[in-house]
């Protein structure tokens, strides 16, 4: 019996998909091999089955068998297997799609289809910001009572994106970078507690990171003498629905957690506080590096860099002689800033390209001419996302503190200060190693020798890299890229 005869004469589903399936299929009449490509047996099978109609755009749908079965429902026991015949097994197969038909899919998400084209293009129907589940609405931020601040905004400044103003709101029309942080949470560091915050935004898929440093959150009896840095978009009500448990376990709560503390955050609280005096929060916008920060690669200085970031962010600030005059002593406050971790690898052409650019370094091409033969540019970055985040942070706004950023990449502050983040100084990073060579020069010491067993972030912790990758490196990013590094002598050991 062949498949077509089998199909007419009402064969059962199950001997039909074995005779699709059988080892040693029966040679076609004539030994002539059927030229079309080989059909998936189990798809024939699901399509000559009962239910509903099943085609080859069914194909990437969920077929489950029919309910009923319990050893379809994988709750056969098969300890007590026997083996059985043809004869007893009776089993019908029947499969259901669980997904929605396409049209309606794609209507939920705002595509509308072109029945004329239905195998070609696709356009979006709505507002591409409101493509992601995730990202508020712009319209019912302006209006709803529930909405952050006017003042707050973590959509792009209108500089460099095409922005309205709705009833004081700034409004994000296409095009435009909205960030949303979906959670928040403490996390304990050696260098003491940080708030880690997952950020999605409308312009990439990663989960882009902010690590905020600013432990005096913690203590909610004492008046803050600067504000706190928190998400506005992670403090603001999502829904009308939203219960007080669901915005505690996103992160938007006040104070220190705990099962006796448990105080929901309120939008826009502590804005208002002002910050003469004392100096603006340190920031630094940091590149993910599986290899230097993971498995603690010492061909570049990342991971050395994100510790020596939140390890600088987290030192005491000492506020000056005025601010302290009251009470007769230099005063100092916790200190506060945000490490904005961007996954970015390689410079933003991904670790694959990065493992081949190092063995082209391994050939004798410098970082950049590497970069350049895989067909990627030197650095292929952008920083409109980390510029949400901050702005989202309530950092570097136009109006208040501005931020003191923590880099040697001039490209980095003239990208931020274009997307309107308020640079007042950069603080350098000088490699840890390259100072202990500067500093034993000068003094004929090794300065940095008792930090060496340190403890730290990442698998360099408080140690340091060094080494001749890392010197290389290094040295192209000062000659090539324009770092603003004083260049070590060579002859230094
Ligand atoms: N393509 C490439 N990327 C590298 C190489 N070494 C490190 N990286 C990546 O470079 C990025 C380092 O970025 P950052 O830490 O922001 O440093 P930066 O841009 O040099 O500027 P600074 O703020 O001065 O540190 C990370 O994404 C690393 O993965 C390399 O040899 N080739």
Redesign the pocket.
Known sequence: MDLLEGITKGVSDLELLDMLTAPDPRPAKHGIRRRDSDLDPLLLAAAAAYGPHVTRNHYAHDFFPAVGDPRSEGAYDWTRFQGETTQARKPRLKYVSRQAPRSQRLKEQGIIVDEEKENGRTREAVDPLRRSDNLPSPTPRATAPSSPPSNVSHTQPAASTSLVTVGGAVEASAGAVEVKCMARTRVPTPHGPVFLHLYHNNRDSKEHLAIVVDPAQFDQDTPQRAPPIRSRSLDAVWSDSETEADRITRGAYVGRLSPTSQRPSVPGAHANITTDNIPSPLV?????????ETIGSM????GE??DEAIRQISQPITLPSSASAAEGRPATIPGRGAVVY?R??????GLL??IR??NL?DLGHD?VT??LMLG?GA?E?GYEVAAAILRDLGLGMEVGEGVRL????P??VQALEKEGIRIVERVP?VPRSWQRRQHGHAHGQNTLAKEEDAVGLTMIGGGEVHGEDLDR?LRT?VLK?G?MLPLLDESQP
């Open positions: 630094r916008i940091h590149s993910e590096c599986f290899t230097g061909r570049c200085d990342c860099q994100l961007l970015q690898e390689g410079r933003g052409i390209s990065k650019a190092y370094q970082t590497a970069n990627h650095d970055r923590l880099t040697n990449n490209d980095k990073m490196y990013k890229m770092h």
